[in-house]
């Protein structure tokens, strides 16, 4: 299995095959799939978790209810166990590339005669799916972003360093939201060895640090997140990523927070055109 933006995968050509284990990730965008990796690992307390959150994540009885339903549609018969599971494999594929869940793309498949005839084909994904899996990403991404409530300002503490361009990219991506940012001086500014400080003071959120990952393994950035949190138990996370891969990542920090005496409390995903999103993790 993989652990690759927000979905544990079996890598294969454009889509994946999700893991299940009572419930399943989903991952949006092909085009970000990467060698196989690992093992299936957390999943399994991880799609719980997301299930319970979202309430959004099908079970493996959905796929293969809903593959049946395709199967039969207008006038067809019970397909044989073969044919069943090649059908659930498709529903798996569309939700890991497109979020939308097996009873979605079964009314598709009942309402339109080309989604349904592309679907019992085994043909790629039909435009029609694409496009609506791409109209839920953004709404969910909507819902989750930070609204403007004003202007704030960007200054920095006497002495710091002058900011990374990411670091400069997120103090004014909170600036224009209308919160206070200070740039913080490291411990190496105030002569102070074997000690870790956060990037910003954000207003009136509190510490913040800034993370901008090299890798798209979820694994890798959880990691790095919770080393991060010896400087703040505030992280931004920045890149491009689906709401899959941040619903993934959310749900495995919220995991580990309760393993943990001082819990992380806030994630941030800044993507390339300076948008945030905030995700709140529980306590």
Same mark, same amino acid.
């Given at each position: ?23 399943? *990730? ?129 200054? *920095? ?8 361009? *990411? ?8 600036? +224009? ?20 400080? *956060? ?22 950035? +959880? ?61």
């Amino acid at each position: 299995f993989l652990q690759r933006s927000g979905i544990a995968a079996f890598e294969g050509g454009k889509g994946a095959a999700i893991g299940m284990a009572g419930g399943i *990730s989903g991952k949006i965008g092909a085009n970000m799939m990467g060698p196989a990796g690992a093992a299936l690992g957390e999943v399994v307390g991880m799609t719980q978790m997301m299930a319970a959150m979202e309430g959004r994540f099908p079970s493996l009885e959905d796929f293969t209810h809903n593959a049946a339903l395709i199967l039969t549609v207008r006038g067809g018969t019970a397909a044989a166990k073969g044919a069943a599971d090649a059908m659930a494999g498709r529903l798996k594929n569309i939700f890991a590339e497109t979020g939308l869940k097996p009873d979605v793309v079964a009314k598709l498949a009942k309402e339109d005669p080309s989604v349904l005839r592309d679907m019992q084909e085994g043909k790629a994904i039909p435009e029609r799916i694409k496009q609506d899996g791409a109209k839920q990403n953004q709404q969910y991404l909507l819902a989750r972003n930070m609204t403007a409530k004003g202007e704030g300002t960007f200054t *920095s503490e006497a002495g710091a360093q002058k900011p990374s361009p *990411s670091e400069q990219r997120a103090g004014e991506g909170f600036a +224009k939201l209308g919160y206070d940012v200070v740039r913080c001086r490291t411990a190496n500014d105030r002569g102070i060895r074997n000690e870790r400080t *956060s990037d910003f003071i954000v207003e009136p959120f509190g510490h913040v640090e800034v993370y901008k990952p090299g890798s798209a393994s979820v694994d890798r950035i +959880k990691d790095a997140v919770f080393d991060k949190k010896r400087q703040a138990l505030l992280i931004m996370v920045q890149g491009e990523y689906p709401y899959a891969h941040m619903e993934e990542l959310t749900a495995r920090l919220a995991g580990r927070n309760k393993q943990i005496d001082k819990p992380l409390k806030v994630l941030f995903f800044q993507t390339d055109d300076g948008t945030i999103y905030k995700r709140d993790l529980p306590q």
